[in-house]
């Protein structure tokens, strides 16, 4: 599809940011997707929380693969760089860029069809080796590009749109995360807004792989009775456990946050983000304790959201493989290329 310019309106006395700019200078084109897309939804919470953080559209990369959610990097930061790569192969592109400039944030927006079938394998080492980056996986059940088919994320017993009903176990994207060893796992619906902008806020902020598992309904496809992504459904079993603030680095807001049911997580840049405990029961750095929570709501057909888990003490790709922070276009030639000696030197460590 085509996408087509849209227009940049400012408006008398709007609000802005710490960098000066408005809420529509992080904007993109205008979207091509369905009327009603959930995905439209999560490029606005995008948008809305990178100028809430004053972050310069510049510093950041967006990635994608292939499907209706890997369209949606086009329609927020136009200014941002951006790449969009093959289907399921998103994540080894990020890593690389990660690899080479760790200076820039990195986000990639996916789908259940991208991710979970022919990218998962790609997915699973960019999660295991902690890349530094904002992973959405934007889940509506089906391929909608394709017309309807089931997707790896589809519940069994939930019908397509023509009536068939899906046979097949699902792959829960917040399930697979903790179990290959994800540092930030998150869930929320596209139609809660003010819960998303949190956790991607908080999802930026975090120093390491950040999934954001949102179930973004299909309106084409998948949003007819009997399916189990569509907004009535998710409506009716959404449950929030964890609520997620990202304070940004302040003396006064860090040594003065709420006791009680509010724990602080401190972030590698000084900022804070504030967990509430909407479920007396549930401890959000607890990695077995969030496995079992979303085990016992899968059986119950709940959709447990919120800020699931998270661990900030483990290193970011970079870190963990001493990479240095300054990108590879920056450094000098003469550096890069140390010449034959030191080329010797290196390979004697391996004989």
């Known amino acids: 599809m085509t996408s087509f310019v849209k227009p940049k309106i400012r408006r008398k006395n709007e609000p802005l940011n710490d960098l000066g700019l408005a809420r529509s200078d992080y904007d993109g084109a205008m979207s091509t997707l ?7 939804s999560v490029t606005a919470a995008l948008a809305r929380a990178y100028f809430e953080l004053s972050m310069d559209p510049k510093d950041v990369v967006k990635v994608s693969g292939i499907g209706c959610s890997s369209k949606t990097t086009t329609y927020f930061l136009r200014d941002a760089h951006g790449a969009n790569t093959v289907h399921g192969r998103m994540p ?3 890593t690389g860029a990660a690899a080479v400039n760790g200076a820039l944030s990195y986000v990639g927006v996916s789908g259940d069809g991208d991710s979970l079938s022919i990218g998962i394998g790609q997915m699973a ?13 934007e889940n509506n059940g089906v391929y909608g590009l394709t017309k309807g088919q089931f997707s790896a994320s589809s519940d069994i017993g939930s019908t397509a749109k023509k009536g068939a009903a899906n046979t097949l176990p699902p792959i829960d994207p917040a399930i697979f995360a903790l179990s290959v060893g994800a540092t930030f796992v998150a869930r929320s619906f596209s139609g809660d807004r003010d819960q998303l902008v949190s956790i991607i806020k908080a999802g930026i902020k975090h120093r390491g792989f950040a999934l954001i598992d949102v179930i973004s309904p299909c309106v084409s496809f998948n949003d007819h009775k009997g399916s189990t992504k569509s907004y009535a459904h998710t409506y009716q079993y959404y449950h929030k456990a964890v609520h997620a603030d990202y304070v940004p680095p302040s003396e006064e807001i860090v040594t003065s946050y709420e006791e009680g049911d509010v724990m602080p997580v401190e972030l590698h840049d000084g900022g804070i983000i504030k967990l509430r405990k909407l479920d007396a029961d549930y401890d959000p750095t607890d990695r ?3 496995m079992d929570h979303l085990l016992r709501s899968q059986a119950t057909s709940e959709i447990l959201t919120g800020l699931l888990y998270i661990d900030e003490s483990r290193p970011d790709m970079v870190e963990h493989k001493k990479l240095t922070d300054t990108p590879l276009h920056s450094i000098p030639y003469a550096k890069l290329n140390p010449g034959a000696e030191a080329l010797r030197k290196v390979q004697e460590e391996f004989r």
């Open 34 to 40: 369905c009327a009603g897309c959930g995905h439209d």
């Open 288 to 290: 077995a304790g969030a």
């Open 125 to 137: 080492h960019a999660i295991r080796r902690n890349v530094n980056m904002l992973y959405m996986l």
């Open 92 to 94: 080894s592109f990020a």
